[in-house]
């Protein structure tokens, strides 16, 4: 990690979220996956850390943030993450999510679109069936002992402040995992930040989706004839959404690193470089 790591719990409505800080510069917003912390980002952090403010929170019942009453939903946690933003007296952020933080992402940038600058989407879909069928049959079937011995109750166990409540978080997503959902197009390709669409070529995002969503949000375009559109598409090789370990999309820090901090610095193809802010 980095030297300057500030942490702390935001009073939102009805949630204390804890939050990291880690470095200075430019705030970037950190959206975790469904049972992460802030430690799932690994090597990642520390390396976006090197030149911007990275902000990285921890939902609702992950990590050290405790559970609520009230269920986990995409729109919900967006709404908390928009919260947090503005307790901390930040205007505006670049956002970075994984999985289910890439669903929250997207859902920030459409509920609280004067928040977000840039936005990068990581192994998250706008639709349900954006993810493979073999996914979504697998959800109902998820229980907690299907965790038992694994790093991520290892994790719940050493941080949460009430670790009995694994079973409650385990049912919470598989709820959110089980509940179709489908995010209007004209909203999607309405969305004001340029964003960067990151999928592993073995995910737990459909390709085909990926290029729909990447067309929606002005991609798909001979550039040599109609100009670079503001949103950019990578797909990994090689890559998975988590396993096995060493093949997960969040295990390509290196690669990651040499994209993300690249487009969130670069300016949009009709900006002039000494207009960003």
Request: hydrophobic content about 45%; proline content about 9%; glycine content about 10%.
């Amino acid at each position: 990690m980095t030297s300057t790591v500030q942490t702390g719990y935001a009073p939102l409505d009805g949630l204390d979220m804890y939050y990291e800080i880690h470095g200075r510069g430019r705030p970037l917003l950190l959206l975790h996956g469904a049972y992460g912390t802030i430690d799932m980002w690994g090597p990642l952090l520390g390396g976006l850390a090197q030149t911007r403010q990275v902000i990285a929170p921890e939902q609702q019942g992950h990590g050290h943030t405790a559970d609520a009453d009230r269920p986990l939903t995409y729109e919900r946690m967006a709404d908390d993450s928009a919260a947090l933003l503005r307790h901390l007296r930040v205007d505006q952020a670049d956002v970075l999510g994984y999985s289910m933080g890439g669903a929250i992402a997207l859902q920030l940038a459409m509920r609280h679109p004067g928040l977000v600058r840039k936005l990068v989407v990581a192994s998250a879909t706008f639709r349900s069936a954006g993810m493979p069928a073999e996914a979504l049959e697998m959800f109902p079937s998820i229980t907690p002992e299907l965790f038992a011995g694994s790093p991520i109750e290892a994790a719940y166990q050493r941080t949460a402040p009430n670790p009995e409540d694994f079973p409650k978080l385990v049912e919470k997503l598989k709820r959110l995992d089980t509940t179709p959902f489908a995010w209007p197009e004209e909203e999607i390709r309405a969305i004001a930040a340029p964003t960067l669409i990151v999928v592993g070529d073995s995910d737990g995002v459909r390709l085909e989706h990926a290029v729909e969503f990447f067309k929606l949000r002005g991609g798909g375009v001979m550039g040599d004839l109609a100009g670079l559109p503001q949103s950019q598409l990578a797909v990994l090789p090689g890559t998975t959404h988590f396993v096995p370990p060493g093949h997960g999309l969040l295990d390509r820090a290196e690669w990651l690193l040499g994209m993300i901090p690249a487009f969130l610095d670069a300016p949009a193809p009709d900006q002039a470089p000494d207009a960003i802010a």
